[in-house]
């Protein structure tokens, strides 16, 4: 029963728009069906589901659509004030907690992890994301030493830093690749050319890619995930 009711949620939030289907579920969701069923507190499972949907980026606004199209398939009416209520307030307290609890920094490169990043496209994509693109850096063939790994990533981090001086985000996207998030300005080029230019490991640089954002925020979660793999 529960899986029926699982299944039949996430295709009506599928259908009112949500972002990127992969990104649903989470345990999260599985608490509320039973709290929706009266085996456990509505309230503390929605807050539950609010912190987890902010944790991956999702707005609040998508974050309540959703949990409305569980109460629609499971003919239970609108969301009682107290569950949106809850669920704002766990979306809220993870969202705006201080970065610091986030663990947002990747602690041996200083650039900030894929779920910042995720979080950060979030608030990028709640204004507008026109002109921004992704640039990624990796060595040209993965090193297969742990050690060398370890060096390639700190050079590439390095590396980064030096060609995205400014307010960009720069971020751990895999072991060894790292991205930026930036502005397609008249700087852009140069930027790249002295990212492509920087030695990484035994006198090798960096294969370099560009790729601008794209209209949808769900589209720019699948675009981190590939540059990620």
């Known amino acids: 029963m529960e899986a029926d009711v699982l299944s039949r949620w996430r295709h009506r939030s599928m259908a009112a728009g949500w972002s990127l289907a992969e ?12 709290a929706v069923r009266g ?24 974050g309540m659509n959703d949990l409305a199209a569980l109460f629609a398939v499971t003919r239970a ?4 004030f107290a569950a949106l209520r809850s669920f704002a307030a766990g979306w809220a307290e993870h969202g705006f907690a201080p970065l610091g609890e ?8 200083g650039l900030v992890t894929a ?16 002109g921004t693109c992704l640039v990624a850096a990796e060595p040209p063939d993965p090193p297969e030493d742990l050690a060398e790994r370890l060096a390639a990533a700190l050079n590439l981090a390095t590396a980064l830093r030096r060609a995205f001086p400014g307010d960009e985000t720069l971020a751990l996207l895999g072991p060894v690749r790292v991205g930026a998030v930036t502005r397609m300005d008249g700087e852009l080029s140069g930027k790249v050319a002295r990212l492509r230019d920087s030695e990484i490991l035994y006198g090798h640089r960096p294969r370099v890619r560009v790729r601008p ?13 590939s540059m990620g793999s």
Do not use: M, N, S
């Open 213 to 225: 954002l794209p209209k949808a925020y769900g589209q720019a979660l699948a675009l981190i995930r």
């Open 39 to 62: 085996t456990c507190d509505l309230p503390q499972a929605c807050w539950a589901l609010g912190a987890a949907r902010a944790g991956a980026g999702v707005g609040i606004a998508e």
């Open 102 to 109: 986030l663990h947002c920094e990747d602690p041996l490169t």
């Open 23 to 34: 990104d649903w579920w989470t345990p999260e969701v599985e608490i509320v069906v039973k």
């Open 115 to 130: 779920a910042y990043l995720r979080t950060r496209l979030a608030q990028l994509y709640r204004g507008t994301a026109r």
């Open 77 to 80: 009416g609108g969301p009682p």
